[in-house]
Each structure stands twice: as structure tokens, then as C-alpha cells.
């Protein structure tokens, strides 16, 4: 039978037998998974002068990461690789969605961003640099934070671009 179940960090559902071990919208890890009815809405978050310059800050390394994959998908020499720089393109969307209305704020459309056209390896190092960067700035984000739903956001999000981080490491 199949239920529905929220990701406690992006809010989409997933309707399954069982909860996903990773949200298939952000790439949480399945802890944040839960039935639909404990599903908590967080919406904007009330947050320190810091916090929110943080937060604008990851909305446009999100939208920046996104549009980059994006570019690196319609570019992409493989099958596989097309299908990676697709979903890393989705998730880093859902990433800026997510920041953009803890922030309280419209979520910019994505620039046109550079990559190394057709060079799949070229595209996977410059995605492994783009992912060391982006986990280093959450995981400060995440312990100079004062609010608890920014710092359980971050550390999640720090998470899931380690996940992008050892995809990057294999198939480079």
C-alpha cells in the first residue's frame, strides 16, 4: 500500500510503501523522511541579521550550482552523465526554493551560467569544486547559527552536497 511521506527539509512528498532513504526532491537523508500526518510546515524563518545575509548568499550559490548543471546536462557527452548533471541540476533548484522561503523571499530564476561545454570531465571537476565550496559554507552557516531550523537546514544541506561531492569523485 502506498503512503504518503514529507521530507522534513524541502516539504515534497513521496507516495511509496516505505519512506525513500534519501528524498528523491533535495536529497535528504531518509531520517528527514516522515509520514505525511507528523509533517511539520516550517515556511519563513524568523532569523538573525547574519543568518538571512547566509541565507541570500546560499540562494545564489544554489541558483549558480543549479544553472551550471543545467548547462553541463545539455552538454553532456553520455547518457549517464546527462542523467547525473539532470538530477544535481533538480536538487540544487529545490535547494534554493527551500532557502528562498526560509528567507522570506522570491527565488530568483536561474542565470546563464558557464561550463566546459561538451568536456564531461572537465564538468565533474568543476562540480566537485563547486560541491567542496558549497559544503564548507554550510557547515559554518550551520554553526555560527542561532536558529535551529537554519542549523538543521545547512547541516543538511552540507549533507546532501557531500552526497554530490563522491558522485562528482566517481565518475570523473
Same mark, same amino acid.
Given at each position: ?10 516539504? /515534497?512528498?513521496?507516495?511509496?510503501? #516505505? ?20 509533517? %511539520?510546515?516550517?515556511? *519563513?524563518? $524568523? ?22 548543471? *543545467?548547462?553541463?546536462? *545539455? ?16 536538487? $540544487?533548484? $529545490? ?5 528562498? /522561503? ?6 530568483? #530564476? ?39 531550523? %537554519?542549523?538543521? %537546514?545547512?547541516?543538511?544541506?552540507? #549533507?546532501? $552536497?557531500? /552526497?554530490?561531492? *563522491? ?6
Amino acid at each position: 500500500m502506498f503512503s504518503p511521506y514529507r521530507c522534513q527539509i524541502c516539504g /515534497e512528498t513521496y507516495l511509496g510503501s #516505505d519512506a525513500p532513504d534519501r528524498c528523491p526532491y533535495c536529497g535528504a537523508h531518509g531520517r528527514w523522511m516522515m509520514g505525511a500526518a507528523e509533517w %511539520v510546515k516550517t515556511g *519563513k524563518v $524568523e532569523m538573525s541579521e547574519q543568518s538571512y545575509e547566509d541565507c541570500m548568499k546560499a540562494i545564489q550559490l544554489e541558483v549558480g550550482n543549479a544553472a551550471f548543471y *543545467k548547462c553541463a546536462q *545539455k552538454n553532456a557527452q553520455t547518457q549517464v552523465t546527462q542523467a547525473i548533471f539532470k538530477r544535481l541540476q533538480k536538487q $540544487e533548484a $529545490e535547494h534554493a526554493e527551500l532557502l528562498a /522561503e526560509m528567507a522570506g523571499v522570491e527565488e530568483p #530564476d536561474l542565470p546563464d551560467e558557464d561550463c566546459a561545454g561538451n568536456d564531461d570531465a572537465q564538468n565533474l571537476a568543476d562540480a566537485h569544486d563547486r560541491e567542496q565550496r558549497a559544503i564548507q559554507f554550510y557547515l559554518q552557516v550551520a554553526d555560527r547559527a542561532p536558529e535551529k531550523r %537554519v542549523q538543521e %537546514v545547512f547541516r543538511a544541506l552540507a #549533507d546532501i $552536497e557531500s /552526497e554530490h561531492l *563522491k558522485i562528482s569523485n566517481i565518475y570523473r
